[in-house]
């Protein structure tokens, strides 16, 4: 981090202390803070790049917060409605129709119509973000309150699209629209002071159940920050990490259940070739499916957990493990030992004087890059590394830019981060024609049977059948691109979210949490009260 951002960070925090009357310092105040509803202050996650604007990608991994959507998902992970009050979908799975409530309103007073539902989604597929409309031809009011999607081929998974993409106003959208957004969700933007905090109030003409809470401050503060926040008092959640655990009087420590995972990829193709950039494809280790299986069934999952998380988390076995199109198969017996060093022995790898298996001359022994400055992927990276030279296999941990892991990412192994709350994650990691291109299957993957169910999924009629082909493209017995088949991720830990929450303050019954960017422990925010 840099020293002016630091110098930033701690000046706001300082700055809002002394304002709002809290002992400095890292000590605990002696007073604590006696909770209202009249506001809440937060530090839970980072500030975004680029504003408050859905079209851009604001709320893909939590709540959109000053944005309504079509649907939003239940703590069972099932759809309900929020704007909607229903929708259709035609026999040949081309037009989706939806109709939405009345009684909705912008902050600025003006009636959310389909018209702007309509420019919503139009906007957001010609901006080309990471929302992915590719197969949406024209979204169109058929109404007032009616609004159609017509897309190119069928598919299923529009309706995870729904639930993360917040409506926009028409009438009062522009470039900068994500600096100051009008919305009708349950709280309105008030005020964004870059770096320091961004500060809502309570949506009074919200159509459905009102927060508790009139105002909310969100800090942006570090790993760091947020801690002293917690010792001084300052704050009434905080995100934390496993390192900065800490029994702090006054504040209960909130455990989240996520499917924000931590996983190695395994490039699946020899090396030698190169992507439609020129970036070099391959690796001639982790090629062998002998080496990737023992890396998978080798390592002790829960004994990893234990001791790079400190045991908050659980062991990881896919992408979308509890997810409603997770395939329990996937969940293998791991921490084999015996057995996966027995089958490399069998495929010719041979422990060599080091204890390095080698094999035709070649070491089996890699590059593992994980983000330098992540203290979480570090940590697993480290633990991961020491478990597998148990194996014979050497792995070399390398603290790296994003911008070093795109230029290696199809030859080199990455410990990377994912979760989402959409089918589509499984679909981007191993289908076929999208490998090597920019995050999407970097493996390289290519197997037709799984490319199959996918598109099987994707044109199915309902949520149910779409699931039961996507667990069978994880695995159908015979193939699929999970652990038992062609294994080309080493999924090693799902990590918990950890927030300190102050005492007296109910957050409710959260749901399983999707990968940390954004502000995924507000998604209930509606049920959040005092105790």
Known sequence: MKKERVLCIAAALAAFIVVNGFAGGGRQQETPRVLTTDSLTLAIGGEPDEGFDPCTGWGRYGSPLFQSTLLEFDRDMNFTNDLATGYSVSADGLTWTFDIRSDAKFSDGQPVTAEDVAFTFNTAKESGSEIDLTRMK??????????????????????????SLGIVPKHAYSANYGQK?????????????????????????YYGTKPVFKRLTFLFLDEEGSFAAVQSGSVDVAMTVPMLVRDITGYSLLRARSVDNRGVSLPATKAGTFNADNLPVGNEVTSDITIRKALIYGIDRVGIVRDALSGYGTPAYSVCDGLPWWNPQTRIADNDGAGQRAALDAAGWRPGEDGIRVKDGLRASFTLIYPAGDSVRQAITMAFAQQVRALGIEVLPKGGSWDDIGLEMYRTPIMFGWGSHSPMETYDLYYSKLATTGYSNVTN?????????MDAALAAPDTEEANANWKKAAWDGTTGYGNQGDATWCWIANIEHLYYVRDGLDVGNQRIHPHGHGFPV?????????K
């Not at 009011?141 to 081929?153: D, H, K, N, Q």
């Not at 002071?193 to 309570?202: A, C, H, P, S, W």
């Not at 993957?445 to 169910?453: A, E, F, G, K």
């Not at 507000?522 to 005092?530: A, R």
């Open 138 to 163: 024209l979204a169109r009011a058929a109404g007032p309150t009616r609004v159609a999607f017509e897309l190119t081929t069928p598919y299923s998974a529009f309706v995870n699209t729904t639930v």
């Open 445 to 453: 993957i290519r197997n037709p049977t799984v490319d199959r169910y």
């Open 181 to 205: 957004p009008i919305g009708s969700g349950p709280y309105i933007f008030v005020q964004w002071d870059k770096g320091q905090q961004l500060i809502v109030e309570r949506n009074e003409n």
């Open 522 to 530: 507000i998604s209930n925010v509606k049920e959040w009260k005092l």
